[in-house]
């Protein structure tokens, strides 16, 4: 067997894992209550209002709303999802550290609250 080969099988035993995660995470959320629904829709929007207040503020000011830190500072034992607006010497090798601790969808919210704050109407 190639090197290369058992990538592959690691990569189709994971992704065999996040489908049943899927379908398990769906079957879950087939048997909530219309009120339940509602209920979780409401707390996510109201998490999500906060966050963004949160995220404004502290963008006014020119600091991080999650690590505190000004946008432009970087810590290498504590990495943020800030650096990469690369007001920092951002390197290509930071950013697994970074996706590691965010996960693609809170990276890709900030990058898109930030692109709408530089240039609204835009993105």
């Given at each position: ?23 398990d ?68 090798k ?24 530089e ?5």
């Amino acid at each position: 067997m190639k090197k290369s080969d058992c990538g592959n099988d690691l990569i189709d035993v994971m992704l065999t894992k996040m489908m049943g995660a899927a379908m398990d995470f769906q079957t879950s959320l087939d048997k909530l209550s219309d009120s339940q629904v509602d209920e979780l829709n409401g707390r996510d929007q109201k998490n999500h209002q906060e966050q963004l207040k949160a995220f404004d503020e502290a963008y006014n000011i020119d600091k991080c709303y999650l690590c505190g830190e000004s946008l432009d500072q970087m810590r290498a034992a504590k990495p943020c999802i800030h650096w990469l607006l690369q007001r920092a010497k951002f390197k290509k090798k930071d950013f697994p550290k970074i996706y590691e601790r965010y996960g693609y969808h809170n990276i890709a919210a900030f990058l898109r609250w930030c692109a709408n704050r530089e240039s609204p109407f835009r993105t």
